[in-house]
């Protein structure tokens, strides 16, 4: 079974210009969510969909950032236009969905680097 | 709000040492996950283990173990005769426990290096 993949692994930009991130989650999870880690930093969470509708952006830093999920495939987060402080590592995680109270295991995957310059 | 803490930025140790990472956690939430997560060279985090705030018995798989104390808020993960395979960045996180699928609050990571 294929893993969470993401495109493209590494990315440098100019600030000022737009990057596209995406991420291809397991067949078959609902559930995916968006992550990025700022050097040295912690992972903090972005945001979490359910099939293609947005459960969770609270953590969105703003304005500037776009996530999609189209037909509750794959998704793609755009940040327009980039800054300096955007760069970091994006990870991609998906989990299923059930009935009743439980985590299931997020899975990752192996993150964009976006250096923005 | 939650917060994971991760005081050691990085440890180094000769191979065939034990190593044990720190993990402190906060939470008003009286039910809870916690999650252990390598993330080696290769950069995909990898999911090691989720403990379920109900369940405090420690944890043990080969050389892994898992101490885990609510008096203490910690959940702490012991290498035993750690091997050069270890050496990675390993992560704590937190999440709610919900209906759902809850986010993860992570901690700032450990850098494990073993030293053959």
């Known amino acids: 079974e294929a893993g969470v993949t993401q495109f493209p692994s590494h990315s440098v930009i100019e600030k000022g210009q737009t990057v596209t991130l995406r991420c291809d989650p397991i067949?078959?999870?609902?559930?995916l969510y968006w992550y990025r880690r700022v050097m040295g930093k912690e992972i903090k969470f972005l945001l979490h969909f359910v099939k293609e509708s947005k459960q969770d952006e609270s953590g969105m830093p703003n304005n500037r950032f776009l996530a999609e999920r189209t037909g509750g495939t794959y998704s793609t987060l755009k940040v327009q236009p980039a800054e300096l402080e955007d760069s970091g590592v994006y990870f991609c995680?998906?989990?299923?969905?059930?009935?009743?109270?439980?985590?299931?295991?997020?899975?990752f995957g192996p993150g964009t680097r976006l250096t923005v310059t | 709000a939650q917060k994971v803490t991760q005081a050691q930025t990085e440890i180094s140790v000769v191979e065939k040492e034990d190593v044990t990472l720190d993990c402190v956690y906060e939470?008003?939430?009286?039910?809870?996950?916690l999650f252990w997560y390598k993330q080696p060279p290769s950069g995909e985090l990898v999911f090691l283990i989720r403990r379920n705030s109900f369940d405090e018995q420690n944890e043990i798989s080969g050389r892994y173990s898992w101490n885990f104390q609510k008096s203490t808020s910690s959940f702490n993960f012991t290498i035993t005769a750690s091997q050069v395979v270890d050496s990675a960045v390993y992560f704590c996180a937190l999440s709610r426990i919900n209906f759902g699928n809850e986010k993860l609050t992570f901690g700032t990571g450990t850098r494990l290096t073993i030293i053959p």
């Open positions: 067949s078959g999870h609902d559930n």
């Open positions: 995680a998906s989990s299923q969905s059930g009935i009743g109270a439980g985590q299931y295991e997020q899975y």
């Open positions: 939470t008003r939430d009286t039910t809870y996950y």
